[in-house]
């Protein structure tokens, strides 16, 4: 009885790993693709405040 139980685990590991790698790799692909979720505040185009930089020789 114990090696029946022991190659059910084994079917069972077969079956379950590579769902979970597939599982991995799409929640990866889900959070690049997906609309970005940032909260930042809408601020619009900021003008330049610096100074130019001298000319140097190179």
Do not use: C, H
């Not at 597939?22 to 405040?49: K, L, W």
């Not at 610096?50 to 000319?55: A, C, F, H, L, Q």
Request: charged letters at 20%; hydrophobic letters at 40%.
């Amino acid at each position: 009885m114990s090696t029946d139980r022991t190659i059910q685990n084994i079917i069972r590991a077969l079956v379950i790993i590579p769902q979970q790698v597939i599982r991995y790799i799409f929640s990866a692909a889900f959070r690049i693709f997906n609309p970005s979720d940032d909260n930042y505040p809408v601020t619009g185009v900021q003008p330049f405040e610096g100074d130019p930089t001298d000319e140097k020789s190179l």
